[in-house]
């Protein structure tokens, strides 16, 4: 039952910032919002305010903040007003459009500044070197601090430990420092068979207690961390690099994250359950920010392809094409829903 209550919570927030951060805009830009939904499938109450339907609904895996003639349709049918979205200036459309993920990021710094008051977080000190790791052959040293990984600045322990377990065995470049001087090593990890990832041999132990300013720099490199592992995440599943058992929907976040993650933890208190559950919320609205930027149909950055579209061509693509396509993506999604909850089944039952 705690699963669940989580799980709904959880998926609440994350939903309702991002439909908000639409809804916010919207009015803003004075266009008319027909309905602002928490949730999918069967209403379960709603009631009207202004001209605004507030709904919500009986599955708790989505939402949706509905403008007049989003897709063409009111608007096709002769019902556009001032307020309808395509009579909106292009600039308060693409606004309106950002604003739901922009708003995923923000809670996702909150959530971050939150968190951060109340843990220790692994600093990029290497505590041990692995005897005989790559890590040893390149000269690495308890006691270095990493400061980049091929390129890529590390400012928190997760940091290294995200390279770690996203390469591909491919040799890296290490800048660190030791005793106050730079330095640079390149090395390769090693494939450990047991548990299916690449190593490099070292541990990390120090903890940073973070504290005044410090906050909100700390926030910033959690919420980074995030973003970069999404990002990794996505190009490891259109490389192949990931599998089915990877892969989770609604259902195997419900149990195999949320169910799992309370399981562990509990034993410990409410409050590192907690710090957990918003860890969770953070990872996951900081994804749903990114997956609805990517320039498909149906999502807010296929919306914002033609919005663009728009700006370059100097006049609006014909609204009823836009909206076949974008139906055509809605299609897609409610079928890529339907995999991925089978999936999610056989992850759990299988």
Not at 111 to 120: D, E, G, K, P, T
Not at 317 to 342: D, Q
């Amino acid at each position: 039952m705690l699963t669940l209550v989580f799980f709904i919570l959880i998926f609440g927030v994350v939903v309702i910032s991002h439909e908000f951060g639409h809804f916010l805009l919207a009015k803003a830009n004075g266009i008319h919002v027909v309905e602002f939904s928490v949730g999918m499938g069967p209403t379960l109450f709603s009631f009207p305010k202004g001209d605004t339907k507030y709904s919500l609904r009986l599955l708790p895996i989505g939402g949706a903040c509905m403008f007049e003639g989003e897709d063409g349709l009111d608007f096709l049918e002769g019902e556009e007003s001032k307020g309808a979205f395509p009579n909106a200036p292009v600039w308060s459309r693409i606004s309106t459009v950002l604003a739901g993920p922009i708003f995923n990021f923000i809670l996702g710094l909150l959530i971050a500044l939150i968190m951060v008051q109340f843990m220790s977080i692994n600093d990029t000190v290497i505590s041990e070197v692995t005897e005989g790791s790559p890590a040893q052959e390149a000269g690495l040293l308890a006691s270095d601090r990493i400061l980049s990984i091929n390129g890529e600045k590390v400012c928190i322990g997760s940091d290294i430990i995200l390279f770690s377990m996203t390469t591909a065995g491919e040799e890296a470049e290490v800048v660190f420092e030791r005793d106050g001087q730079e330095m640079s090593t390149v090395l390769k990890p090693v494939y450990n068979e047991q548990e299916g990832r690449y190593f490099m041999g070292i541990a990390l132990g120090e903890q940073v207690d973070v504290k005044g300013i410090d906050n909100f720099r700390y926030a910033w490199y959690e919420t980074r961390y995030c973003v970069r592992a999404t990002f990794k995440s996505l190009g490891m599943l259109v490389s192949g690099r990931l599998h089915r058992e990877d892969v989770a929907g609604p259902v195997g976040i419900a149990v195999n994250v949320v169910g799992k993650t309370y399981e562990a933890t509990k034993e410990y208190g409410w409050l590192t359950v907690l710090l957990n559950m918003l860890n969770i919320t953070l990872l996951l609205t900081v994804n749903l920010g990114i997956l609805n930027l990517l320039p498909l149909p149906a999502l807010d950055g296929g919306r914002l392809v033609f919005l663009l579209l728009e700006v370059v061509r100097g006049k609006p693509i014909p609204p009823e094409k836009e909206g076949m396509v974008h139906f055509a993506g809605l299609v897609f999604f409610m079928a890529l829903m339907v995999v991925v909850f089978f999936n999610d089944l056989v992850n759990i039952f299988g």
